[in-house]
């Protein structure tokens, strides 16, 4: 293979997240030519965590890998799932009593191995152990196997996510922010070859506060009081970026952010 495209889906929002990808992923994996599809699914369940039934429906909608971040263990049938299926991943830095893995090896029919790691920030977010020595701990593992490595980086401040992209600069073959459901517009190649962007965006209803209805998160910041926010629904979007590698090096030749709105059906 001359080059391998890989396509990471942001944050899954509840029912309008999967409905999108359910009727869209199909058509934009043919006209992108994607090769491997990766997608943020924390956020699947109505909006906060992953159960097994989703994760094996989004699965069957075409998503190869699933990454997750903070909401992971929302729903408390993740646990066992996470210990036994591989393609789902909780962030490598949760310590290693936790279930499941934070990294993981796709092979394409071609024989091609792409190496997927989740990462977690800790500024504004849970604590966790450092993000930039578990990528570090993880590399020395995946680089064994292969040179074409995505890292799913959950985390809220855009600072931290740069400096790993500069970290990780040479090391990996993108570096792609997830969490804040915000799609930015600073998609670029690092100095040695590694894709940056650092938010994908997210996946789910237009019509709301990133993903929670509108008067439930006014509510919130009017009063102060605990609120319990309601998943949006209505028309989706499907955000996220195409990363384009060369296979014999592993570096990033391209990246495109991705929209594609939801169609009346």
């Known amino acids: 293979m001359t080059h391998v495209n890989i396509l990471l889906i942001g944050d899954i929002f509840g029912e309008p997240g999967r409905r999108v990808i359910a009727h869209r992923l199909a058509e934009v994996k043919a006209a992108h030519r994607i090769d491997?599809?990766?997608?943020?699914a924390e956020n699947a369940?109505?909006?906060f965590g992953i159960?097994?039934?989703i994760a094996d429906e989004l699965f069957a909608m075409g998503i190869d890998v699933l990454t997750t971040g903070n909401h992971v263990w929302d729903k408390k049938e993740a646990l066992d799932y996470l210990a036994k299926e591989r393609r789902i991943l909780r962030p490598a830095n949760y310590p290693e009593q936790a279930p499941g893995l934070g990294r993981y090896v796709a092979e394409l029919p071609g024989g091609v191995r792409i190496g997927v790691l989740q990462l977690m920030g800790r500024?504004?977010?849970p604590m966790t152990d450092c993000p930039f020595q578990a990528a570090?701990?993880?590399?020395?593992w995946l680089r064994a196997t292969t040179r074409l490595i995505i890292v799913d980086m959950h985390g809220e401040a855009t600072s931290e996510k740069r400096a790993m992209g500069?970290?990780?600069d040479g090391q990996v073959t993108a570096v792609l922010g997830t969490h804040t459901h915000v799609q930015t517009a600073d998609e670029e190649i690092l100095p040695n070859g590694t894709a940056y962007l650092t938010d994908v965006g997210m996946t789910g209803p237009t019509a709301s506060v990133i993903g929670i209805t509108?008067?439930?998160?006014?509510?919130?910041f009017l009063t102060q009081m605990p609120t319990r926010y309601e998943a949006a629904d209505g028309p989706a979007i499907l955000q996220g970026a195409v990363v384009t590698v060369e296979p014999s090096t592993g570096r990033a030749t391209a990246i495109e952010r991705l929209q594609v709105r939801e169609t009346s059906s």
Not at 136 to 140: A, D, G, P, S
Not at 214 to 220: E, H, N
């Open 36 to 40: 491997l599809v990766i997608g943020n």
């Open 45 to 47: 369940a109505g909006g």
């Open 51 to 53: 159960t097994p039934k």
């Open 123 to 125: 500024v504004y977010m």
């Open 136 to 140: 570090r701990r993880e590399l020395e």
């Open 166 to 168: 500069w970290y990780l």
């Open 214 to 220: 509108p008067a439930s998160a006014i509510r919130k």
